[in-house]
């Protein structure tokens, strides 16, 4: 897209600190995805993550398990990308997440849910 430009975060939360290549092709190919995800209206992104969630937690398993894997990817995929750059209070967060997912898609298969 012409004319917009995004800042480039230090991906490494560190100045000078050294990014892996993987982080680095990542967050690369990770670009264009979140410069349309930012232009959404603020709401589409959680609403949708809600609505995949409530799929997951209540529609047969066919349909549960790849609702509950979306999310679970959109949620891995988010955490990786920034926590270099996140506190210990942040990190705690996306881990709570990403183990909430993951029990919600155990408890379904297992038939807890």
Not at 2 to 27: C, E, L, M
Not at 103 to 111: N, S, V
Request: hydrophobic share 55%.
């Amino acid at each position: 897209m012409q004319g917009v430009s995004t800042p480039d975060p230090q991906p490494s939360g560190q100045p000078g600190k050294p990014v892996s290549a993987i982080r680095g092709a990542v967050s690369e190919r990770s670009r264009g995805l979140l410069l349309r995800l930012s232009q959404l209206p603020s709401l589409v992104v959680p609403v949708a993550m809600l609505v995949l969630m409530l799929v997951g937690l209540s529609a047969p398993l066919y349909v549960a398990i790849p609702a509950l894997g979306l999310v679970a990817t959109f949620v891995i995929w988010l955490a990786y990308l920034s926590w270099p750059v996140l506190d210990t209070a942040g990190r705690l967060v996306r881990a709570v997440m990403v183990v909430a997912v993951a029990a919600a898609m155990i408890g379904r298969i297992t038939g807890w849910l």
